[in-house]
């Protein structure tokens, strides 16, 4: 029965008139939604894109209304995958692990438990992007039931395809109704990612100019370089840093994020190979290694593959000449500690003479405070045979400039020395 | 230029732990800058005229407050300051500058770095030593001092203000975001692995500069709630009785939603050593947060322990507590007595500063620790070796402070 049959005939001419007035309306909800985009690079987006590309579950953690939808729309768009959006608060557990039907004899037959339509239609589909928003408003069982549905990919008796990803989202606790946390096992299972809104964006969004993120394509060419280089990474790190391999988080604080262990590294190897092959930026590499093992060993592993991006120190050794060292300070001494620990491990007159050819080039392109250490270190290598070579001499101004730094250091103690005497005299 | 470097030699020497940060700094030399100043992408901004009439010595003490107001991020919590509390402009622009020198100043000199004449120190307003920038900008106007120290500036690192000399985000020899981050954690890093060398503000620093302290509310608040809310109370589906879905749904069983609210027992540590507001607003938190969680008041009850425990008072109105008690502590009479109130309780919470023995089992519910934290040189005259236990690995535990 639709509302027209009620109403009676003399009322059909104003019926039209609000007619009109809703085609006035939708007129100026469609000039409202008329915007247009501009490029403009999205780091989240674009960590988003990676870690979804890689088929890792995400989640997105972020304060209510920030926009967290509105990315899983564009990210589904620009992948042409098919979004379904799951709200889990409004769902019960059985939506998740099956409805179990009572057939005729169970005791022959068993319970069969029935997957809701969504999942059928996904599956039938055999891609898509599942989204789980408000995992956090959910109760206990439901989340235990749809935690199943992201780590085994199983609803019911149904088992997503493989070309099915998941995101999840989840308020942060400071702002979680019910507070809901995830425990460590579950933490370590995704890559956790914190969505947060740019002011810029928004003000710009509203005035009617979306960002359009340029979103990273996998290079084919790449793909034997990313996964070598990659595991490379992560295995000469882990190396020197075993203890890091697995920690579980200890204080209040830390819980219910990302934190490392064998799984979550693996994640990490996956990501950092993906990230290269897409050659997406040091700052996208950063948001998913965090989000993959946490923020401490992340920023470790990134400051490793600085390290591992600094010059050999064999061939700075074997060419000094057309040495290219490092134009930031910090990375440049150690690029030149490294030369002067490459001596050290075989010391042999002609590589210490190197040695210091090296560091006469830095001279040559660089600032001179720098030095002061490696040379230090390089002058203590000497054997009583070998003679210090010519290119020494033209050192002398960075011995000059310890000098001067020596020399102000024992003024400063010296006052603070006299200035003590003169308290205590009192 | 040779002075300059010298004296960044200088502080390296004396402070070994910031050599990584001091080395990545790149100089720029400016004749509009007044003294010596840094921007948010790690140049380093001086005035040629500013060296030559400076002492080395003195230099050094610059570099090293320079470079402190990038590893203390003060760029990104000046422009966070300003937007939480709206205040921009030229003369807010200064006072968030000499609360973020207040902040360095009063502990990064001495021991080999002389302080420059012209340091502003929490002194000058007859401030406490120790402070964070945003705890001195809330507690002062620092208008008396704005008049007397407009030539101060430190550039847009130390307060997130644009200058006119400055080269942007992309100039060149500049650090991106994720650059940044890896010189602070690397200098973050070097004072934990070697504490000794680091006076106390810097461990401190270095301790919660990629950790943020949490505020203790929401993390008692996280921990209570989901304490209650784990299987066996709380609201949560069961099969108690069948949902009200059931009858469009023939031949299949269906749960139905049942809210148990959490018994929660609030043990409170009522010795000498916590003092009573400390108390007061940790239990009104407790409170209101099993409430929240979906619990009535009169299932919250409150148990005051001290060498002995006290009865369980329900706690009907918040006011009328009364908190009896004083002397030793012996947490391990209010977990007993707790366990043995009739219905028992789900959750137990425990408020203490944690200077008692805790039970030697897991109690058979959740158990939640709010722990005052007492400095560690508080020793016992009778006895001085002793060490309070730490609180066991069952409970969680949040720090109040």
Redesign the interface.
């Known amino acids: 029965m639709t509302s027209s049959t009620l109403l009676p005939a003399s009322a059909s001419a104003s019926a039209s008139a609000t007619g009109t007035r809703l085609v006035v309306a939708e007129d100026l909800l469609a000039l409202l939604r008329t915007t247009t985009t501009e490029p403009r690079p999205d780091e989240q987006l674009e960590a988003l894109t990676l870690a979804v590309a890689a088929d890792l579950p995400v989640l997105l953690w972020g304060e209510p209304g920030i926009g967290k939808t509105a990315a899983l729309t564009q990210l589904a768009a620009s992948l042409d995958l098919p979004l379904t959006t799951v709200i889990a608060s409004v769902h ?3 939506d998740f692990s099956g ?5 005729d004899d169970p005791t022959v037959q068993g319970v069969p438990m ?1 997957p809701p339509q969504w999942a059928v239609e996904l599956v039938r589909a055999g891609r898509g992007l599942l989204f789980l928003d408000e995992l956090s408003t959910a ?4 989340q235990a039931a749809l935690l199943r549905v992201v780590l085994e990919r199983r609803v019911g008796a149904l088992q997503l395809p493989p070309g099915v990803r998941i995101v999840a989202a989840a308020n942060p ?2 702002s979680a ?5 995830l425990s460590p096992p579950l933490a370590n299972r995704f890559v956790h990612l914190y969505w947060v809104h740019d002011r810029e964006v928004v003000v710009r969004g509203l005035g009617g100019i979306w960002p359009r993120a340029e979103l990273p394509s996998l290079v084919p060419e790449r793909l034997p370089e990313a996964v070598a280089y990659a595991r490379r990474a992560v295995c000469g790190f882990l190396q020197a840093r075993p203890t890091l391999i697995h920690r579980l988080p200890n ?4 819980r219910g994020g990302a934190w490392p262990s064998p799984r979550s590294w693996e994640a990490a190897l996956t990501l950092l190979a993906f990230g290269t092959a897409a050659s997406a930026s ?2 996208v ?2 948001l998913l290694v965090r989000g993959a093992v946490g ?2 060993p992340g ?2 592993l ?2 490793h593959l ?1 390290r591992m991006e600094l010059p050999d120190p064999e061939s700075l050794l074997a060419d000094p000449a057309s040495a290219e060292l490092p ?7 150690a690029a030149l500690e490294a030369v002067v620990a490459a001596v050290g491990a075989r010391p042999q007159r002609a590589r210490w003479e190197s040695g210091w050819a090296v560091l006469v080039r830095a001279l040559e392109t660089g ?4 030095l ?2 490696p040379a230090t270190a390089l002058a203590a290598l000497r054997r009583d045979d070998w003679e210090v070579p010519e290119a020494v001499e033209r050192l002398a ?1 960075v011995i ?3 000098r ?6 024992g ?3 010296a ?2 020395e006299a200035r003590r005497t003169t308290e205590a005299r009192r | 230029m ?2 300059l ?6 502080a ?3 402070r070994p732990y910031l ?3 001091l ?5 720029v030399e400016d004749r509009s800058v007044p003294t010596m100043a840094v921007d948010a992408h790690w140049r380093c901004y001086v005035s040629p005229g500013f060296v030559a009439h400076t ?3 003195e230099l ?1 003490g610059v570099w090293v407050h320079e470079v402190s107001h990038l590893l203390r991020d003060h760029h990104g919590r000046g422009e966070r300051y300003a937007r939480e509390h709206e205040e921009y402009g030229p003369g807010e622009r200064l006072r968030r500058n000499i609360a973020a020198d207040f902040e360095i100043n009063d502990d990064i000199y ?5 302080r420059p004449a012209g340091a502003v120190l929490p002194l000058l307003l007859r401030l406490p030593d120790g402070l964070l920038m945003e705890e001195y900008l809330r507690r002062a106007s620092m208008s008396g001092l704005a008049a007397d120290l407009a030539w101060l500036d430190c550039g847009s690192g130390a307060d997130g203000h644009d200058r006119p000399w400055e080269l942007g985000p992309d100039g060149a ?1 500049g ?5 940044r ?3 602070r ?2 200098v973050a ?1 070097g004072i934990k692995g070697r504490p000794g060398e680091a006076p106390e503000g810097w461990r401190r620093w270095a301790d919660e500069a ?2 943020p ?2 505020p203790w509310r ?2 008692l ?3 209570v ?2 304490a209650a ?3 066996g109370a ?4 069961s099969y108690r009785r069948p ?1 009200r ?1 059931s009858a469009a ?1 023939p ?5 139905s ?1 049942r809210r148990t609210p959490p018994r929660v027992c609030v043990v409170i540590d009522t010795s000498g050593s916590v003092s009573d507001a400390e108390l007061g607003s940790a239990l009104l938190e407790v409170a209101a947060i099993s409430r ?2 979906g619990g009535r008041r009169d299932l919250v009850s409150v148990i005051s322990c001290d060498a002995a425990a006290g009865i369980a008072v329900p706690l009907c109105r918040a006011e009328n507590i009364e908190l009896i008690g004083g002397g030793g502590t012996d947490l391990r009479s209010g977990f007993a007595r707790a366990l043995r109130s009739r219905p028992r309780p789900d959750v137990i919470v425990a408020l203490t500063d944690g200077q008692t023995p805790w039970p030697s089992a897991q109690p058979p519910c959740r158990t939640v620790v709010g722990l005052f934290p007492r400095p560690a040189s508080a020793v016992n005259e009778q006895n001085p070796d002793y060490a309070p236990d730490t609180p066991p690995p069952w409970a ?4 109040i402070s």
């Open positions: 019960e557990p059985t409805l179990p039907i009572v057939g029935a109760t206990p069982a439901v606790r400071a109704a019910d507070g809901w946390e204080t209040e604080t830390r040091r700052e590499l950063a923020d401490g920023l470790e990134l400051a600085d134009a930031r300070g910090d990375l440049r001494q600032v001179p405070d720098l002061v250490a101004g000059g400039l310890a001067l730094a020596d020399q102000s250091v003024r400063a103690t006052a603070a | 040779e002075k470097l010298a004296a960044r030699l200088h390296v020497k004396v050599a990584g940060a080395f990545a700094l790149h100089v002492p080395v010595e050094a001495g021991d080999g770095l002389p020899h650090l991106n975001k994720q650059q981050d890896a010189v954690f690397r890093e990629f950790h302290p949490q929401q993390l608040g996280a921990a709630r989901s809310s784990a299987s709380g609201e949560d589906h949902s879905r749904v031949g299949v069983l269906l749960p939603l929240a969680a969680r535990v949040v720090t």
